[in-house]
Every structure is written in structure tokens, then in C-alpha cells.
Nanobody, 122 residues
Framework: QVQLVESGGGLVQAGGSLRLSCSASGLIFSTYTVGWFRQAPGKERDFVAALSRTYSPWYADSVKGRFTISRDNAKSTVYLQMNNLKSEDTAVYYC????????????????WGQGTQVTVSS
């Protein structure tokens, strides 16, 4: 079956950096759009970034210039490099895979990881 497993979360001070990884199995990774979403306590799951099969990136306005999404199809892995982290970036971060074109709506993604906690202290 399809599995997505995130790693790399943790506690970091404001202004610091983290790199999240998401390793996929059970699917032909190169044929999927991959995305990152986040969910803070009491809030909805929000779009963070996505990367199409043709390597076109999309970012939420709140993370543009600070976060970078990338993928390594040979390793079936998607990454999220997060720089200049702010307290408002604190959330559980989820990776997701979508058979279709890039979409910003979590409802359109087919597979999800279990999430990894990112906490930014101010």
C-alpha cells in the first residue's frame, strides 16, 4: 500500500532553519504532484508548497522566499527546506501526493503522511 513518512521536524528558535523530508513508497513517485501542508492547533490544514511532476513549484504567500520545496524521484522523496522560521510557522507539517495537476486544496490529494511537528520558539 502507499505510505508517506515525514521526518525532520523539531524545536528551533526563530530565525533558524529546518529541513523536512517525506519518503514515499507504494506508488510511482515521479508521476505524482507532491505537496506540503500544515495545521496549527484549532486551525484548518493550510497549503504550504507543492511541486508538480515537471518540477514547477507553488508556494503560499506566507512562506515565499523562506521555504523551498524539492524532490528526488530516484529516492521517492520530497523535501521542504525552511529558513528564517517564525513563531507563526509552528504547526504539524504533512506531506501529500496527488495523481493530478498541482492543486492547493488538501481535499484533492490522494495520500497523506502522518505529520511531523515543527515548533518555533520566539
Amino acid at each position: 500500500q502507499v505510505q508517506l513518512v515525514e521526518s525532520g521536524g523539531g524545536l528551533v528558535q526563530a530565525g533558524g532553519s529546518l529541513r523536512l523530508s517525506c519518503s514515499a513508497s507504494g506508488l510511482i513517485f515521479s508521476t505524482y504532484t507532491v505537496g506540503w501542508f500544515r495545521q496549527a492547533p484549532g486551525k484548518e490544514r493550510d497549503f504550504v508548497a507543492a511541486l508538480s511532476r515537471t518540477y514547477s513549484p507553488w508556494y503560499a504567500d506566507s512562506v515565499k522566499g523562506r521555504f523551498t520545496i524539492s524532490r528526488d524521484n530516484a529516492k521517492s522523496t520530497v523535501y521542504l527546506q525552511m529558513n528564517n522560521l517564525k513563531s507563526e510557522d509552528t504547526a504539524v507539517y504533512y506531506c501529500a501526493a496527488d495523481r493530478g495537476i498541482v492543486t492547493l486544496s488538501p481535499a484533492n490529494y490522494d495520500y497523506w503522511g502522518q505529520g511531523t511537528q515543527v515548533t518555533v520558539s520566539s
